[in-house]
């Protein structure tokens, strides 16, 4: 596998289809260009997501979050574009991006977009005593 940058979104197979579980990503060093200045933005990606056949490789979604470093994006837009991307690679049962970016002007942005598979049933929570 190449070190550069890259779209590809390598996959494999779910090890537990039969069975609801949750996996949660932190990408603490996303980059992007502001579209309007070139300055760079820096942001933390969540990623939670509950597979269904397939999942995401962790190298191969490294060198994709590194193709934004060198692209213009609004923060709505790059975090739909990776929830898109992902859901088009693995169709999980559900997935939602939570994009924290740094401060800019005295604000920060936090944009969350989800997917939900309209065929999944989403297990009932356990409520401990």
């Not at 260009?33 to 760079?40: E, V």
């Not at 994709?64 to 060198?70: E, K, N």
Request: contains cysteine; aromatic residues 10%.
């Amino acid at each position: 596998m190449s070190t550069k940058p890259s779209k590809d979104l390598e996959t494999f197979v779910n090890p537990e289809p039969g069975r609801d579980y949750t996996i949660r990503i932190d990408i603490p060093e996303f980059t992007c260009l502001c579209p309007k200045t070139g300055q760079p933005d820096f942001a933390t990606i969540r990623l939670e997501y509950v597979p269904a056949a397939a999942c995401v490789e962790l190298k191969a979604l490294k060198l994709y979050i590194w193709t934004f470093r060198d692209q213009g994006a609004f923060h709505e837009a790059v975090t739909n574009q990776i929830l898109n991307d992902i859901v088009a690679a693995i169709q999980p049962n559900f997935l939602r991006v939570r994009a924290e970016f740094n401060v800019r002007g005295g604000i920060y942005t936090t944009v969350v977009a989800e997917h939900r598979n309209p065929e999944w049933q989403a297990p009932q929570p356990v409520h401990l005593p």
